[in-house]
């Protein structure tokens, strides 16, 4: 029966991905608005498919430009975080290349990193730094690497440069950089507790059919989305220790939703402290 259940999924899927995909291919190539909207029905009705529950704790921030920093447990959060407003994200190179999702990828206008040339990472920020610009909503994965669901990897800070790099030369020049938790919760309706978690998780050397085959043919997923507030972002924002903010953010509201309780402020407050803004030598290496 479950086989049966993932194949008809597959099935519908491909039919509604077959009426999209060159609808998003003509709105991309014309910039025409639509594009931004298109890949946001195939993601909600591919999670109405599937069976996966989304819950949303506060609010995705109003104002532009916008980066969204988010941790990353799975292909699943593509969908999860793609069902819920137009916004594009930001991947690693290799992702362009694989099969139907590298596809996907391009139709939703995604940035491109390849992360074995640090020398192309202030290219690659300068090309963020112009979709935010131009009003694009960016998601980007800041651990830099899935994990198993349970946790929160550091943060990585170079593609952070990207905000700083929106404002530009301006001393008045500002950008919206949101934090965003997602944390799988439930399984058909239970929780699903430490040991499950990984069903959900993509990380490792995990095939990616099987892996696949496996969330479409059991699904029934309960994912709990967290905003954070969002943090604007000045020409002297000092980038590391904005990373540090994101990403003790990030790790409450993942924690809280693991635990099914409110985000405690004492799980932040408990952290080092340290300055947003920095002097004027940090300034001239914010956007590096």
Known sequence: MANLKAGVLVFVLTLVSLVLIPLQWVAVKLKLPVQRHLPLIWHRIATRL??????????????????I?????????????????????????????WPVFGLFAKLQRTVFVNRTRRTETAQVADTIAQR?????????FA????????????????????????????ETGQVWVQPLSVAYQGFYGLPMGRAHRPHVAWYGDMELA??????????????VVRWGEPVLV??????????????????????????QKTVESQ?????EPFEFFSNAEKTAKAGA
């Open 50 to 67: 599937v069976g996966i529950k989304i819950r949303q704790i506060g609010n995705p921030a109003a104002d532009r430009p916008l980066l």
């Open 69 to 97: 920093a988010s941790n990353h447990a799975s292909w699943v959060d593509i969908t999860v975080v793609g069902s819920l407003m137009p916004l594009s994200f930001i991947a690693k190179s290799e992702v362009s290349g």
């Open 132 to 140: 935010m610009a131009v009003g694009d909503a960016m998601v980007l």
């Open 143 to 170: 651990e830099g690497t899935s994990n198993d669901g349970n946790c929160v990897l550091p943060f990585r800070s170079a593609l952070l440069g990207a905000a700083t790099r929106a404002v530009g030369g301006q």
């Open 210 to 223: 099987g892996h696949l085959w496996g969330i479409f043919s059991r699904g029934a997923l309960d994912v």
């Open 234 to 259: 000045g020409s002297g924002t000092d980038r590391k220790a904005l990373t540090r903010r994101l990403e003790a953010d990030v790790r409450a509201m993942t924690i809280a939703s693991l635990m």
């Open 267 to 271: 799980e932040i407050s408990d952290l």
